[in-house]
């Protein structure tokens, strides 16, 4: 009896491993197969437009080529990529990236595919190759680069008789003006952490220069340096004033989002990829400009100093070896005028393209204009120092935090991480 | 087969003074009680039918036209029909391997106590300590090469993996609390190990059976990170992987269209349920009770 | 089956201390698919996490061997400690708060059961099958600081106080906001469960207890809660052990914050493999949370046996 059950339970486990391979998946032969892990779906949301020109568009321009691009959200494409690349199996040939360090910690393994050569003749700004390139080599493409400035709200502004502030004693007084009107000077979305980080990148900027950042995160200065602590301690003081309203961590980056599409909050300090919505009639009834991050008189940081971002890139992994010219022509496409023409907000990074709206247009004014570009923090930091970064500047907007004291902290983790300040 | 229990408390305890003012005072509070469970599920039809703007403005006030555009719009994009077979593979899948295996175990960790079994119930009960993102790596680096990643298969395995744990526990748990006599009156009719357990003991654990079945299953339904990681084939996505796509693209910018997708998303397990728990809860606890 | 289950009251175990061969042999038969699926998913993750949290890993193939600094480093953490208090408390509270509260609906929807009763049971069940990404959406909705419903109706009746409260903002009010949405959507297992578990009480001993007189309270208290220690046992392991390994709730609803205010030892493991790639520290939590897990459950079983085996 006890034999008859051992092979009966032994083939039901079989049967089900039976299944398991019956159920892989059978690949088309002949064409080859290029797997592309993206973000947004290639479906009719305007938001989503460039997705789909990029998708629709190689597809039909490639027939010998069979596209299989997954979209992932934003979450989900981090977290698959993750796994994927720290278990070195199931990468897809192309995944979308910001490049930065994520993508050199990926390049560092091993995991990705040098396309410096192929990729040199394609026309983009200096920014965006940088900003896909690791350790002199290039990975991958990016398309759409984004900067951070102010969103102005021109309506309210002007309702008020209020002008956009070009310094920072301007932008106090301007916030004192709206907040005695009963509106929020300042949306910021302080509960998700990382969009505390826009205006602190400027506001150190401004007070300690392009280099203090870069100098902090080459090991040359201390994170918790003069110009660090002075822009926090600013950086708080506005929020004990209450510019930022009287719940500033609560506040999610959608709830920021709404309160200026609303009229509720006067400015909002982010990155140009909210220029889309910002101008959208669907989204916002209200009239918003795009501008330069006021400067600080007798600080050493300039309005051309200017803080960007990959907004959407992409890079290939050693997996697509064998395949390099179909990745490269998917590459090309993707910075192809053609396909980012179709794109609603972002600011391009290929010559050629129009700005699709005013917002756009003043975005890409400010970026025309910058002499020098900083990568955005925490892509530009290692990834095990970047997250408590945002977890430290958090305490800005707690009106009770010792912010020297957070940033003295986060100096001793960069110190543990990534070793001490090299003495002269 | 006896009356049914409830009716049989109720005629005793009736006869207690002040029962029907304490009747009616347990009645409200548990009413109370049931309507916050139901109130937040109401709130995203508040501004479902909205625009964008008038969302922005006043999402709680009462819709002012019934726009199906956002429906619309995330059913079409969901496309919700795509992918329900797989989910189907993967749940009957899930059930199929956790249930059984967690009974057995169960009965076993629960009627023959010794240090074996005590020592292979600790390290069976191991498998529910650990976090899911902590193994996700090895495992995805282990399922791939033995060929099971992007499979279906693969997946429900993984899943039974994790569920096996905590369902033989809850078995354990029943077997404990059942009669040891019914067993022995079994064993000594003659009856093996085996009949015992299957003629006997496990009808007896039908609510346990029904619970696990209900649970595994919408647990399956409504999986998310672990068909994400585990299944990169689009004509592999389960239903919840679709719903995923989209749901990922929006967050407060687009809210009555995510809420919308949302409640398309919810709706399956929500009317599955409302199926289900009839069978569920009235069909096993009635049955247990009858004996 | 005529046999009435619950009549034997008083049966004593009489499990077989002698184990025949056969016996033996089912055992195997019958563990064997467990142990199967453990051994084949599970194990081989469980060791290679023990051996990398005495690592240094990126989780990107390097790895050098650092003894135990991981868990030095962990203990001597703020994020971490802060993590470890909030993942006590919560296990704690939810102890203390949500297992009497579902006792309380469980028992009260058999004790005193009506037409409208019986319809109830279904609907607290409801809340659980929601996917948790779509429970921390109507957390927000509720608790969110402008456009939530608390905040927009209390400004609207011009209930300041009410209105002026951050419910995630506010550093001390955080975790009490995501043990709220919590104990919202997890009430409906332990309720179903006990519900499950309190059914299974023969009739005969609710008719001994009237016949001495006991009021539906004092049942209650001195012969379901007995009855059921052990299903109840078992929902306070599953409230620590949950508490342990908690992580999509407080990560959707506040990421951790403000500040490490609702941060738990979910929440760093995440963050520590999957966002600051320190996959040897993320692995020592995870180690940290297993041999959590294990001594309270070995406890709380091996308490229940010094007590005589009363499982009913």
Redo the contacts between chains.
């Keep these: 009896?006890t034999r008859k059950?051992i092979s009966l339970l032994a083939s039901f486990f079989l049967l089900?491993?039976l299944?398991?391979?019956l159920?892989?998946?059978i690949s088309a032969a002949g064409k080859v197969k290029l797997?592309v892990w993206g973000?947004?779906?290639p479906?009719?949301?305007p938001?989503?437009a460039y997705a789909k020109a990029l998708v629709n568009g190689f597809k039909a321009k490639n027939p010998d080529i069979e596209l299989?691009y997954?979209?992932?959200?934003?979450?989900?494409l981090k977290?698959?990529v993750k796994?994927?690349m720290?278990?070195?199996?199931?990468l897809?040939d192309i995944f979308q990236s910001w490049g930065g360090s994520v993508m050199g910690s990926y390049a560092d393994a091993g995991r990705l595919l040098d396309l410096t050569k192929e990729l040199k003749d394609i026309k983009c700004s200096e920014a965006a190759r940088q900003a896909m390139t690791w350790k002199g080599k290039t990975y991958g493409v990016a398309p759409f680069f984004a900067i951070a400035g102010v969103f102005v709200n021109e309506g309210l502004f002007k309702a008020h008789g209020l002008k956009v502030p070009t310094t920072i004693d301007e932008f106090e007084k301007v916030c004192e003006a709206l907040k005695a009107k009963g509106i929020q000077p300042l949306a910021c979305g302080a509960k998700d952490k990382w969009p505390v980080l826009a205006m602190y990148m400027y506001l150190v900027d401004r007070f300690g220069g392009i280099n203090a950042f870069a100098d902090a995160a080459a090991r040359k200065a201390r994170f918790d340096g003069e110009a660090f602590v002075k822009a926090a301690q600013l950086y708080q003081k506005w929020v004990k004033a209450g510019y930022f309203g009287s719940k500033p961590l609560g506040e999610?980056?959608?709830?920021a989002?709404?309160l200026m599409?609303?009229g509720k909050a006067g400015m909002h300090v982010t990155g140009s990829w909210m220029c889309a919505?910002y101008s959208s009639k669907?989204?916002?009834?209200q009239t918003i400009g795009f501008y330069a991050f006021p400067v600080l008189p007798g600080g050493k940081g300039k309005e051309t100093d200017i803080m960007g971002m990959t907004d959407i890139g992409y890079a290939a992994t050693r997996v697509a070896a064998g395949k390099k010219d179909a990745v490269v022509r998917f590459m090309k496409y993707a910075m192809s005028v053609e396909a980012c023409s179709a794109e609603p907000g972002r600011i391009c990074s290929v010559p050629g393209v129009k700005a699709p709206s005013r917002l756009t247009e003043m975005a890409a004014g400010v970026f025309a204009k910058a002499k020098a570009v900083q990568f955005w923090w925490d892509q530009d930091l290692p990834a095990s120092v970047s997250s408590p970064l945002n977890d430290a500047l958090q305490n800005i907007m707690m009106p009770e935090a010792d912010v020297a004291k957070a940033l003295a902290q986060y100096e001793e983790l960069v110190t543990e991480m990534m070793g001490p300040v090299k003495k002269k | 087969m006896?009356e049914t229990?409830?009716g049989?408390?109720?005629t005793?305890?009736a006869?207690?003074r002040h029962y029907k003012t304490?009747?009616f005072i347990?009645?409200t509070?548990?009413?109370l009680?049931?309507l916050?469970?139901?109130a937040?599920?109401v709130?995203?039809f508040c501004f479902v039918f909205k625009?964008?703007?008038e969302y922005?403005?006043d999402?709680?006030g009462l819709p002012k036209q019934l726009r199906l555009l956002n429906f619309r719009?995330a059913w079409?994009?969901v496309n919700i029909l795509h992918g329900l077979i797989n989910t189907f593979?993967v749940c009957l899948?899930a059930v199929a391997?956790t249930v059984?295996?967690?009974a057995?175990?169960g009965?076993?960790f629960a009627?023959?106590?010794?240090k074996?079994?005590e020592i292979?119930f600790?390290?069976?009960?191991?498998?529910?300590?650990?976090?899911v993102?902590?193994?996700?790596?090895?495992?995805?680096?282990?399922?791939?090469?033995i060929?099971?990643?992007?499979?279906?298969?693969?997946l429900f395995?993984?899943m039974?993996?994790f569920g096996?744990?905590f369902w033989?526990?809850?078995y354990r748990?029943f077997f404990?609390?059942?009669?040891?006599?019914?067993a022995?009156?079994a064993r000594i009719d003659g009856a093996?190990?085996?009949t015992t357990?299957f003629r006997?003991m496990l009808?007896?654990a039908n609510?346990?059976t029904a619970?696990a079945v209900l649970?595994v299953f919408?647990g399956s339904w409504?999986d998310?990170?672990l068909s994400?990681?585990f299944i990169?084939?689009?004509?592999?996505f389960t239903m919840?992987l679709r719903v995923?796509?989209?749901?990922?693209?929006y967050?407060?910018?687009r809210?009555p269209r995510?809420?919308a997708a949302?409640i398309i998303?919810?709706a399956p397990?929500?009317l599955l349920?409302?199926i289900g728990?009839?069978w569920i809860?009235q069909g096993t606890?009635a049955g247990?009770?009858k004996? | 089956?005529a046999?009435?289950?619950?009549i034997?009251l008083e049966?004593?175990?009489?499990?077989k201390k002698k184990?025949d061969w056969?016996?033996f042999v089912?055992?195997l038969l019958?563990?064997f698919?467990?142990?199967f699926?453990?051994g084949?998913?599970?194990?081989?993750?469980?060791e290679?996490?023990f051996r990398l949290s005495l690592m240094r890993a990126s989780?990107l193939g390097d790895t050098v061997y650092i003894g135990l600094e991981n868990y030095v480093k962990l203990f001597t953490n703020e994020e971490f400690q802060q993590g470890l208090l909030h993942v006590f408390a919560w296990a704690f509270w939810s102890v203390v708060i949500q297992i009497p509260l579902a006792f309380f609906?469980a028992f009260?929807?058999?004790?005193?059961?009506?037409k409208?009763?019986s319809k109830?049971?279904?609907?607290?069940?409801?809340?659980s099958?929601?996917?948790s990404?779509?429970v921390a959406?109507?957390?927000r909705?509720?608790f969110s600081p402008r456009?939530g419903?608390i905040s927009?109706?209390a400004a609207r009746w011009n209930w300041t106080w009410l209105a002026n409260i951050d419910f995630f903002g506010d550093s001390r009010l955080a975790f009490w906001t995501v043990f709220a949405v919590a104990t919202?959507t997890y009430i409906?297992?332990y309720i179903?469960?006990q519900?499950?578990?309190i059914?299974?009480i023969?009739?005969d001993i609710?008719?001994a207890a009237?016949l001495d007189g006991a009021?539906?309270w004092q049942y209650a208290r001195y012969v379901v809660i007995p009855m059921i220690s052990?299903?109840l046992r078992?929902c306070a392991?599953l409230c620590t052990?949950g508490s342990?390994?908690l992580?999509d709730l407080p990560w959707l609803l506040t990421f951790g914050g403000p500040g490490y205010a609702t941060t738990t030892l979910?929440i760093i493991?995440?963050k520590q493999?999957?966002i600051n790639a320190m996959?040897g520290r993320?692995?020592a939590?995870?180690v940290i949370?297993?041999l959590l897990?294990?001594i309270f459950?070995?406890t709380q079983f091996s308490l229940q046996r010094k007590e005589g085996e009363i499982?009913?």
């Design positions: 009896m059950r089900v491993a299944t398991a391979g159920l892989l998946p797997t973000i947004d779906l479906d009719d949301d938001a989503h299989d997954v979209a992932l959200g934003n979450d989900g977290d698959k796994v994927c720290a278990s070195n199996s199931g897809p999610a980056y959608g709830d989002q709404v599409a609303t919505q669907e989204f916002t009834d | 006896v229990a409830a049989r408390r109720n005793y305890f006869e207690i304490q009747k347990i009645t509070i548990l009413v009680l049931a916050a469970v139901i937040p599920l709130l995203p625009t964008q703007l922005a403005y999402p709680w719009e079409a994009a593979l899948g391997c059984p295996t967690a057995m175990a009965y076993i009627r023959y106590q010794n074996f079994t292979v600790y390290m069976i009960l191991a498998g529910w300590f650990v976090p993102q902590m193994v996700l790596i090895p495992l995805y680096r282990f399922t791939s090469q060929g099971l990643s992007n499979t279906l298969p693969g395995l993984i039974c993996a096996v744990p033989s526990m809850i748990s404990r609390s059942l009669p040891g006599e019914l022995e009156a093996g190990h085996a357990f006997v009808p007896l609510p346990a619970l649970l919408i409504s998310y990170f994400l990681i990169s084939d689009q004509n592999l919840q995923a796509q989209f749901l990922n693209q967050g407060v910018d809210m995510y809420a949302a998303a919810a397990t929500v349920y409302i728990h009839r809860l606890l247990a009770l004996g | 089956m046999t009435d289950a619950g034997i049966y004593g175990r009489t499990r184990r056969r016996g089912f055992q019958f563990l698919p467990a142990v699926f453990l084949l998913f599970m194990f081989y993750p469980i290679e996490t989780g609906i009260s929807l058999i004790a005193f059961k009506n409208l009763t109830l049971r279904a609907i607290y069940y409801l809340a099958i929601i996917p990404a779509i959406m109507l957390g909705f509720i456009n419903v927009s109706l919202w409906g297992f179903v469960y519900m499950a578990n059914e299974q023969p009739v609710y008719e009237l009021t539906r052990y299903p078992i392991i052990v342990l390994k992580f979910g493991l995440y493999g999957f996959y993320a692995s939590i995870g949370i297993f897990s294990l459950t070995v499982e009913w």
